[in-house]
């Protein structure tokens, strides 16, 4: 079994969603398996997509690492995954390397269209299709299945080994789903929002959880106005609930359709609607509370900050905060232009992806004021997507660039990138960080 890797950073006391018990099995090329295959224990054979790598990853004192309790010392793998979307394919990258281990498809054909990504506390991932369906992968050799019974795990090894459909054996379930064309014939409709829940606390064990489950929801069209968020079993992805919200938007508007999706601690799930909507569906009850922003907005990315209130990215040129106790939003001041994905870290820093001009952005979201509106990513083109690492990293998917630029969070200095990647259009939780920010807000 490969070794574990010691990162030692004040950033890493998260241990964030990406940590697997020390010494898991690292899916790899096996030596019986040739391409396509690998052994169960079997190092990585992926292909290294990375440019301009020009910092190490920091090291520091150890601490617990595969359960929520601990400081977090020993880190076996540490992945974000970002979907391809004309390609229908996701990418699984090491965020310490940079390297693309794998790429999978996302469903049975070419027209999946896959967005959202949402990472659970081990590490594993479900993606949600625009064109409708939901895929869910393991995120190391250990958690695949052996299908066929061979003894060798048949996966994908890096960006240029993609698997058929229903040939992978680290992709263990799909369900299908309905999918209402727009007006066009597209699929500005289909599933977007989608996020884990942090399953049921062992009343053995406070650190451990078992029984996470995943909300996907996608919008029935303007004539219906209503939206459809189903809840599956995480690991059987058996359908255990539906909630339909009717009344969806305040029509008329052009872009109605629920957009982005975060679970709290609680497992109370958040969806805001493209336009002004933000809704609350309890985890427990299934009753939902609808709220609506100044109809002159334009809701996209979501986040929820260490408190579990949510944040929001306006293409309006604002960046939004909900106040759950007095049902309020309130806009930030000081940013220009388009704003996107966002994501929270644990030093209350929320990370923007901005548009024209293209860039990142800092907000205190302690005192809900601009840092810095022109964090300047060189190469950029069209910023979609934001994402935190367990090291505390920020990620920022560029659509357009077919890339993604690793940030320090500090020195705001670029200091890896990963191309290769192609239409990579996502903003939602893909790493895990930040469902392990609202269930462990201390670290």
């Known amino acids: 079994m490969p070794s574990c890797r010691t990162l030692t950073t004040s950033k890493?006391?998260?241990?964030?969603?990406?940590?697997?018990?020390?010494?898991?099995?690292?899916?790899?090329?096996?030596d019986e398996g040739g391409p396509g295959g690998i052994s169960l224990s079997a190092d990585s054979g992926a292909v290294d997509t990375t440019v301009a790598v020009d910092t190490a990853p920091a090291t520091t004192e150890g601490g617990d690492s595969d359960g929520l309790?601990?400081?977090?010392?020993?880190?076996?793998?540490?992945?974000?995954?970002?979907?391809?979307?004309?390609?229908?394919t996701v990418s699984k990258i090491d965020t310490v390397t940079g390297i693309?281990?794998?790429?999978?498809?996302?469903?049975?054909?070419?027209?999946?269209?896959?967005?959202?990504?949402?990472?659970?506390?081990?590490?594993?991932?479900?993606?949600?299709?625009?064109?409708?369906?939901?895929?869910?992968?393991?995120?190391?050799?250990?958690?695949?299945?052996?299908?066929?019974?061979?003894?060798?795990?048949?996966?994908?090894?890096?960006?240029?080994?993609?698997l058929a459909w229903d040939s992978d054996e680290c992709v263990l379930w799909y369900q299908a789903l309905p999918f209402v064309p727009d007006d066009d014939g597209g699929n500005r409709w289909g599933p977007r929002p989608v996020?884990?829940?942090?399953?049921?606390?062992?009343?053995?064990?406070?650190?451990?959880?078992?029984?996470?489950?995943?909300?996907?929801?996608?919008?029935?069209?303007?004539?219906?106005?209503?939206?459809?968020?189903?809840?599956?079993?995480?690991?059987?992805?058996?359908?255990?609930?539906?909630?339909?919200?009717?009344?969806?938007?305040?029509?008329?508007?052009?872009?109605?359709?629920?957009?982005?999706?975060?679970?709290?601690?609680?497992?109370?799930?958040?969806?805001?609607?493209?336009?002004?909507?933000?809704?609350?569906?309890?985890?427990?009850?299934?009753?939902?509370?609808?709220?609506?922003a100044p109809i002159w907005v334009d809701f996209y990315g979501l986040a929820l900050d260490r408190h579990g209130e949510p944040w929001i990215g306006g293409c309006d040129g604002n960046v939004y905060h909900f106040d759950p106790a007095t049902k309020q939003f309130a806009a930030t001041d000081g940013v220009q232009g388009c704003v996107r994905g966002?994501?929270?870290?644990?030093?209350?820093?929320?990370?923007?992806?901005?548009?024209?001009?293209c860039r990142l952005v800092e907000v205190d979201t302690a005192t809900g004021t601009v840092v810095d509106d022109n964090i300047p990513l060189p190469g950029?083109?069209?910023p979609v997507g934001i994402s935190i690492d367990v090291e505390g990293y920020v990620w920022v998917v560029d659509k357009d660039a077919n890339r993604a630029f690793k940030v320090d969070p500090d020195s705001?200095?670029?200091?890896?990138?990963?191309?290769?990647?192609?239409?990579?259009?996502?903003?939602?939780?893909?790493t895990g960080a930040g469902l392990r920010l609202v269930l462990t807000p201390e670290g």
């Open 69 to 88: 309790c601990g400081a977090g010392g020993e880190v076996d793998f540490s992945y974000i995954w970002i979907a391809n979307s004309t390609e229908g």
């Open 412 to 430: 705001h200095a670029v200091v890896a990138e990963v191309g290769g990647l192609v239409s990579p259009y996502t903003y939602s939780d893909m």
């Open 12 to 30: 890493l006391g998260a241990a964030l969603a990406l940590v697997a018990s020390c010494g898991a099995p690292s899916p790899g090329r096996g």
């Open 380 to 382: 950029c083109v069209n």
């Open 342 to 357: 966002i994501q929270i870290d644990r030093d209350d820093r929320g990370w923007v992806a901005g548009n024209d001009p």
């Open 195 to 292: 996020a884990w829940d942090a399953g049921i606390p062992d009343p053995d064990d406070s650190c451990k959880r078992s029984g996470a489950r995943v909300w996907v929801g996608w919008y029935e069209g303007v004539d219906a106005n209503t939206a459809t968020f189903r809840r599956f079993d995480g690991a059987t992805g058996e359908q255990v609930d539906e909630v339909v919200v009717p009344n969806w938007a305040q029509l008329p508007l052009p872009s109605v359709r629920p957009y982005g999706g975060a679970t709290d601690a609680q497992g109370n799930f958040w969806v805001l609607g493209k336009n002004n909507q933000l809704v609350r569906i309890d985890g427990e009850t299934l009753e939902y509370e609808q709220h609506y």
């Open 100 to 162: 693309e281990l794998a790429r999978y498809r996302t469903g049975p054909d070419d027209l999946t269209d896959p967005s959202r990504t949402s990472v659970n506390l081990e590490g594993d991932v479900v993606v949600a299709n625009r064109h409708g369906g939901l895929v869910k992968i393991a995120a190391i050799g250990e958690r695949c299945v052996d299908r066929n019974a061979d003894g060798i795990i048949q996966t994908s090894t890096g960006p240029t080994d993609v």
